[in-house]
């Protein structure tokens, strides 16, 4: 499996840039199965739905998201970790997503 979890730049707009343009590069070029961890990958909570969304237009085959009833009392990385409402929207938006796929 390979995973895209962003690449540390001199920006200090997110704690990394995902980078997405490696995920259809690396599905054509490999076997393997490519997923996105978007959490990690913007590092800010408000932005990991976009970027699921993002990531799931373009290829990948699985997210990686750090998910927790209430973020604020997560042991580690609250701040990129979603509530379970946005991980219902992330799963709507997949099922759109392969709607239009079709």
Request: glycine content about 6%; charged content about 25%; hydrophobic content about 35%.
């Amino acid at each position: 499996i390979l995973c895209e979890r962003g690449i540390r730049t001199y920006s200090n707009h997110s704690r990394n840039t995902l980078d997405l343009n490696v995920v259809p590069l690396a599905r054509e070029r490999t076997h393997l199965p490519v997923v996105v961890d978007p959490s990690h990958g913007v590092g800010d909570s408000s932005r990991v739905r976009a970027m699921s969304r993002a990531a799931m237009a373009c290829g990948a085959q699985g997210l990686l998201l750090e998910v927790h009833t209430d973020p604020s009392t997560a042991y580690s990385d609250g701040q990129q970790t979603v509530d379970m409402d946005t991980l219902q929207g992330i799963l709507r938006d997949r099922e759109t997503l392969s709607m239009l796929a079709d």
